[in-house]
Each structure stands twice: as C-alpha cells, then as structure tokens.
C-alpha cells in the first residue's frame, strides 16, 4: 500500500507534527480550526504559518468544544475541514463528535496522545485507545480510526483519512501519539491536488430553487425515526469493516504473535529481530485501522500461534479487542507501560520470556 | 504565635522563567494573606491551567488544581460545601477569557464568595507563546505569524456587565498597591475579580516599564458604588486605570443557599430546624 505512494517527491526531514499539518494543506484542506495544547501545537502553528500563503483558512479557537462545533459547522456546509489536538482536548470535543458522527458529516480529527488520565503528563501514551475506538462520546456511534506508525504515515493518513470520512460521510480520526507528533524521520509528502474533491449534495450550501432545503440535525425526536438513524448508521459500519487494514512482520512461521499499533509497533519489530537472533519464531501484527479492526485475521491467526501478546502504552486495552478476536483459542497476554512511559524491545522480549518459563512450568 | 511571610509559603519551589510577573503577584498574595491574618490551613486555592495557575501550587494552602478554564466552577464546588473556608480561583488570560470566559457570569450571578486573580499576560505561557484572548492586535505570536487580526477582549468592562460584586485591575509588577487590593478582595463578602497584569518574560508582550507607563491609578475620589462611572473608566484606554473599579454587597452564593433552605422548609417543618450549615455538617 505504501509504495504507489512513495515513489514521487523528494524526501524532506519533518517532525511528525509537521509532516501532519503540510499533508493536510495538500490534502486541500478548506479550513482547519484548533486550539493550542503540548504536544501538538506545532500542527496549529504551522498551519497559521503556511496556510495564508497558499490556499484554505485558519482560526484558532477559543477551545476545543468551539473546535470541534466549527468544525460541525464548516462540514455542515460542505467544506474538506480538520482540527487536531491531544488528550485532555479531545476528551472536550466528543460531544460534538458524536453528533457529526449522527449527522453523518466527514472530517478529520487528530488526537496527539499524551500520558493521563487527567492532566497528566506531555509524554506520548495510546491511552485513549478505547475513547477513539468505541466511540467516545454518546450513543452508539463510531470513528475511523487510523493509527499512523511513522512521520511518513502521519503525512499519509491525512490524505486516508480524508478519502474514508468522505466515502462513508464520517468523522475520521487519527490516533497517534506525541513521540511520532515530535520525532523527525524522512517524509515524501502526497501530492498536493491529488486528493479530489468529493459532491456534497447535502450540504447547507445555499438553496437553489431546483432544491429542497437540507437539514443537518442529529435530532430525532421520534424514537421509530431515531432507530431508523441508528440501522442506517449500523450499515454504514458495517461496509466499513471492509476497509480494515494491518502490517504483518514475520507472521508465516510465527508461533508468537506481538499485537502492536503506533509507536508500541516500532519497539516490537525491535523485539521480534531480538527474539528470532534467540531463534525464538516470534512475528508482529500491526493494526494500521484500529476501527475497523483486524478481528478476522486475528482469529484465523489463532489457529497457528502458541500465545499472542498485546503491547501498548496504556493499561491494557487494545487487549481486550484481541482477545473477542481470538475468541479464547490461545491465551493473550498484555505487556504495557503507563503515564508516558515507554516500553522497550527488551522489555517486550522479557515479557515474552516469561510467558515461556511460566508455560514450561505448566508443562514440567 | 505571629505568623510570617514564611507560613505561607509552599515547600514546593516556583517552576517559573526567570523574571516572570507570577513572582511578585505570588508574594503579593503570601503578604495580603499575612497582614489580614488567614490561617492557610483555612484557605483553597483552585487554579486552572497555565504558568499563573501553577501558582496554587506554591502557596502553603490547601490547593486543587483543576481542568484548563473551569477554575471558577471548581472553586463554586470547594466554597459551596465549605462555606467557612477562604476559597480562591487563580488562572491566565487564556484559561479565564477564553476557554473558561463563559462561567464568570454565572458564578457572578451567584454572587459566590470566592476570590478570583485573573493574572493576564497577553499570551499562553505555559503552551510556549500562542495568542490569547487579550494579545493585542497586529502583535506576532506562534499562532498569529502574520499578526492577531481580532479585537482584544477588553475585561474589566465584561466583569462590570456581568455585575460582579468586586472588580479590581492592579499592575502585577507593582506589589505595593497589588497586596493593598489583594486585601479589600478578600475582605469583601462576595465574588471579587482582580485582574493583574503580568510580564511574560520569555513571550514579552507586557514589561515593567511598559505598564508604568500605560497604567494609572484610578482617582483618589473613584465612587466605587457608581457603576456608570465605574463603566466609563474601565473603558478609558489613556489612561488604563487600576484600583477598585466596582463593589457592592449583594447577597452570597450561601445567603441564596439558606433562603431556599429556609423558604421551603417555614412550610413544613418550621424552618430553623434546617440551616444550611446543618446540611453540610451532614456531609462531614
Ligand atoms: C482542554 C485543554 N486544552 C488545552 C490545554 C493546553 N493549555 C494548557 S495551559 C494553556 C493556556 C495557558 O495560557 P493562560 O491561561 O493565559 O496562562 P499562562 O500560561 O499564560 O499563565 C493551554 C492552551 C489544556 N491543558 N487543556
Ligand atoms: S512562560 Fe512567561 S508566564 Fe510562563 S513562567 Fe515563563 S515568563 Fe512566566
Ligand atoms: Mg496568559
């Protein structure tokens, strides 16, 4: 999937931040809307810088409820528009999330994870795992989630996330982390103008006689109708499964399975070249869509591996989604850092060794 | 024993710039504190998020820091189920005129008796320098590259329509007539804004000799009870005026409490059987 992409262009060296916010000008953004916090500021920043000089607008908010609500606005009325922002700001805008989800509007969110709960830290987590997966907000919606693993994807999924939230006319999010937010690596970036723009027959453009009026609402006072909303929302998901998308490494002959989205990825490619000099048949899976979710080819992965191991930054909770995969065909172990804090290959590795000691414990 | 500047101050260190305004606003506070005597143990400090709202954190009080812009409300909660103690809110131009600029009114019509500093720098410190709802027009910050191209929120006029009961500016680099202000805040029964001006040292857009020469005080015969006046000056932008703008004595956020307490009450079970301090003894 990344070569098509890859092969025009010269690479430039961006933080992750900025690589994310040059995609979004040449993903021809109409308008993007935030609000400062660490750690992705520079997203805005560049923005304020760059836009003006191109083409597309950019304000900065009074928050991130009035982002993400301007945000409602501007894709109400039809316009390719995006905000960005880290934790404790995205836990402010899931209302408005929620009801774009509803009203069925396309957008582009990006949540630059720092260590929490709370106020927490600036360090980068993917605590917020499960509020970008299951929802978030209220009621019985869902974002699409992309979970970017390098300053290249950051650029990338932009332009993806872009192409899903306007095919199924949902909010769209990216799921990274303030480690790939601020790191800097190599990036072709995609090509401006490459990323057409979609009919927005539905948006409150303006009534020309030859028209009904358009209503955006996520307001169904009538429960049959507000049902009715909820089947066509559930379709709509359902078509989505098939975009799911994953990265595997060393997966043929692998009799352990690492489960690893974002940043935890990285480090478990580390781990598997370190366990397979130990000649241990270790091999990755990298979720690169977190909603929709590899569940089919973790279950049929299931049939062929001893354990599998879910390393993230957070408590535990992508786990839980291997876990309903693998529908209790092997164990799933968990090994996390918190807070900010990150796990190391070796760690990892360790992990994975003391799972083995413990099972030759079993057996003896 | 008599009390010292020492007693109010925290063990933990200041984390600011070097040269930043909160030094002096932060000692200014310790001083009000000590001249009128408050036990700290007797006193909450609330603050929101920015470089000011760490300040909570160096005052030897009991301090809650909460969530970016809702010090205001989280101060309503610690004063509503502790009525006796001293409660303060402290934030920035960005947490109290921006994301949080919408609750003063409603703790104002409350009229809760909480001590607001609403210290403004012109800019978001903490957050490394982006415009703020009070960065001047045409000023280059991170997030104004080109410029801030809206209007500055003028303050003290708001704080004056929102009818809080106290409303103060003081020039934060001035600690003398800060503390004096600092105390008829505190003593007043009542919500009480003071608005401090603060340098930032590291995102300058305020300076000591800057304020000087832009500040005034308000005259010697300033009616503070008269709110047209008091509208008049704060709009004044040659001079901009510091000192008491506005007071006056309006029942509390614990007065309106009991009224309801007593009002409800006459009619079943003869109401001073029920007071409002019974209530929160209930939950102790
Ligand atoms: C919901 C949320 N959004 C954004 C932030 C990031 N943030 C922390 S402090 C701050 C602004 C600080 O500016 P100000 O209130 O003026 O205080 P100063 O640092 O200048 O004293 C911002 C945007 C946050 N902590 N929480
Ligand atoms: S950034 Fe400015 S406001 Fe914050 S501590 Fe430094 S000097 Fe003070
Ligand atoms: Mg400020």
């Known amino acids: 999937m990344k070569e098509e992409k890859n092969k025009k262009g010269e690479a430039r060296l961006m933080k992750g931040n900025e690589a994310l916010a040059e995609a979004a000008i040449r993903a021809d953004i109409d ?6 916090i660490t750690p992705q500021s520079e997203i805005l920043e560049y923005l304020e810088r760059e836009i003006p000089k191109r083409h597309g607008l950019v304000i900065q908010a009074e928050s991130e409820v009035a982002s993400i609500n301007m945000i409602y606005g501007a894709a109400g009325a039809g316009a390719r528009v995006m905000t960005s922002s880290s934790s404790p700001g995205i836990s402010l805008m899931q209302e408005g999330l929620s009801y774009i989800a509803s009203a069925q509007l396309p957008c ?31 009621g019985d919606y869902h ?57 927005t027959p539905w948006a409150t453009t303006g009534k020309p006689a030859s028209r009904d009026h ?44 690492l489960v690893a989205f974002g940043l935890s990825s990285r480090i478990c490619q580390k781990t598997v070249d370190l366990a397979r000099e130990k000649g241990l048949k270790v091999g990755l899976l990298r979720p690169i869509t977190l909603y929709p979710f590899p569940f089919k080819r973790l279950n ?38 918190m807070g900010g804090m990150i796990p190391t290959p070796e760690d990892v590795l360790e992990e994975i060794e003391s799972v083995l000691d413990n099972e030759k414990v079993l057996q003896d | 024993m008599k009390k010292t500047l020492q007693d109010y101050k925290s063990i933990i260190e200041p984390v600011w710039c070097p040269g930043c305004g909160d030094y002096g606003i ?79 009114a409603h703790a104002s ?31 280059k910050t ?10 500055t929120l003028d303050a003290i006029p708001i704080f004056l329509s929102y009818d809080v009961s106290f409303v103060a500016r003081a020039n934060g680099v001035d600690p003398k007539s800060l503390t004096q202000i600092l105390m008829e805040a505190i003593s007043h029964k009542g919500m009480s804004i003071v608005y401090i001006l603060s340098p930032c040292r590291t995102f300058p857009l305020l300076d000591a000799k800057g304020l000087k020469a832009i500040l005034q005080p308000l005259p010697e015969d300033h009616p503070t009870d008269n709110k047209m006046v008091a509208l008049e000056r704060a709009y004044s932008d040659q001079p901009i005026y510091t000192g008491i703008f506005y007071q006056v004595q309006k029942p509390t956020l614990e007065d309106r409490l009991q009224n309801v307490i007593t009002k409800v009450c006459d009619n079943t079970n003869g109401g001073d059987k029920y007071s409002l301090d019974k209530v929160l003894k209930s939950f102790a």
């Open chain 1, 143 to 199: 974002l699409i989630v992309l979970a970017p693993a390098s300053v290249q994807e950051m650029a990338d999924f932009v332009f993806d996330g872009f192409r899903l939230a306007e095919k199924y006319r949902n909010p769209a999010m990216i799921l990274t982390d303030g480690a790939l937010g601020q790191m800097m690596e190599k990036v072709i970036l995609p090509e401006e103008g490459s990323l057409k723009k979609v009919e």
């Open chain 1, 300 to 337: 049929e992965l299931a049939e062929q591996v001893n354990f599998m191991m879910s390393v993230e930054m957070n408590a535990g909770q992508m786990v839980q989604d291997v876990k309903l995969a693998v529908e209790g065909k092997v164990p799933v172990y968990f090994k996390g850092r």
């Open chain 1, 31 to 36: 308008a993007y809307f935030g609000y400062p």
């Open chain 1, 214 to 257: 358009n209503i955006i609402t996520s307001l169904f006072i009538q429960p049959e109708k507000m049902e009715e909303v909820n089947h066509e929302l559930q379709e709509k998901y359902k078509k989505i499964q098939s975009e799911v998308r994953f990265e595997e490494i060393q997966i043929k002959d692998a009799e352990i399975v």
């Open chain 1, 108 to 138: 582009l969110v990006a949540n630059v994870v720092r260590g929490g709960p709370g106020l927490g830290t600036i360090q980068p987590s993917q605590g917020d795992y499960f509020q970008a997966v299951k929802g978030g907000g209220h």
């Open chain 2, 109 to 139: 019509r409350k009229n809760v008796d909480m001590n607001y500093l609403l210290i403004d720098n012109q800019i978001y410190g903490l957050t490394k320098g982006q415009t703020s709802p009070t960065s001047p027009l045409g000023v």
């Open chain 2, 26 to 104: 932060l000692v200014s506070i310790q001083r009000a504190l000590l001249n009128l005597d408050i036990d700290p143990e007797n006193i909450v400090s609330v603050s929101g998020i920015g470089c000011s709202g760490r300040l909570s954190h160096f005052l030897n009080t009991y301090s809650l820091h909460g969530t970016h812009g809702r010090a205001v409300p989280t101060a309503l909660g610690v004063k509503a189920a502790h009525p006796e103690l001293t409660v303060f809110a402290v934030g920035g131009d960005g947490d109290g005129l921006g994301i949080g600029g919408g609750h003063i």
């Open chain 2, 142 to 151: 991170k997030t104004s590259p080109h410029g801030v191209f809206e209007d």
